[in-house]
């Protein structure tokens, strides 16, 4: 079945900074991926997704980047503030898979003023 | 629009005791999901259903049971607790390979 490797598992930068989560995938039939943010005490909720005919996505300050080749995708925040601050989770689905989504371990995102 | 509800939100079981955590949602999605969430750790699949009367595991099916009789309703069932168990739990809906909508999530603690 489908595997998802996250790096890094915590990650602090300097408001303004820019941050980067990086997962690998192993089922090249998956063809969804999304990632999700984490407060503390609630649950994911989604930020940006991507699917396999697209290589590039942008929304304002976040982006994701996916290489199908190489089996992994990216996530891209600019000018981070403190908000930023949580834990990202990436996941991949197939829906030859039933559709299913399989999570990375999660990064924590620590964004200092 | 209430989404994806889950209760209860916290519970204490001992061991051998057995539960059934609620969900529902109100988005007519067909696919519906269990995760586990242990701490500082990713979510696992526990169970998933793509619609009505139709289940399958996921990656940590162990301990537990499903049941999906309606679309709106996928309640988890832990038939003996164990402190394995312990865990916070999310229910999530979506359509066919799209944004999965999650509940606030119910923090078990077996003891």
């Known amino acids: 079945g489908e595997n998802v490797e996250q790096h890094p598992s915590t990650l602090s930068v300097q408001e303004g900074d820019s941050a980067v989560i990086k997962c690998t995938y192993s089922?090249?039939?998956?063809?969804?991926f999304p990632w999700y943010k984490q407060e503390l005490g609630k649950g994911p909720q989604l930020i940006i997704d991507?699917?396999?005919?697209?290589g590039e996505k942008k929304d304002q300050r976040i982006a994701v980047t996916l290489n199908k080749t190489a089996k992994h995708f990216s996530l891209h925040i600019t000018e981070t503030q403190p908000e930023d601050s949580a834990v990202y989770f990436c996941?991949?689905?197939?829906?030859?898979?039933?559709?299913?989504?399989?999570f990375g371990q999660g990064t924590e995102l620590s964004v200092k003023p | 629009n209430a989404g994806v509800t889950q209760t209860p939100k916290f519970r204490i079981l001992k061991i051998g005791q057995s539960m059934t955590l609620q969900c529902a949602q109100d988005?007519?999605?067909?696919?519906m999901y269990w995760y586990r969430q242990d701490p500082g750790m990713g979510l696992k699949l526990i169970y998933y259903?793509?619609?009505?009367?139709?289940?399958d595991k996921g990656e940590v099916p162990n301990g537990y049971n499903v049941s999906r009789s309606t679309t709106e309703d996928f309640p988890l069932r832990l038939e003996l607790a164990a402190p394995s168990q312990t865990s916070v739990y999310f229910c999530?809906?979506?359509?066919?390979?799209?944004?999965?909508?999650f509940g606030q999530g119910t923090r078990l603690t077996v003891v």
């Open positions: 259903s793509v619609g009505a009367g139709i289940t």
């Open positions: 991507i699917r396999s005919n697209v």
């Open positions: 089922d090249s039939a998956s063809n969804y």
């Open positions: 996941a991949a689905s197939s829906y030859n898979q039933g559709g299913k989504l399989i």
């Open positions: 999530a809906s979506s359509f066919t390979n799209t944004e999965a909508f």
């Open positions: 988005m007519n999605h067909n696919y």
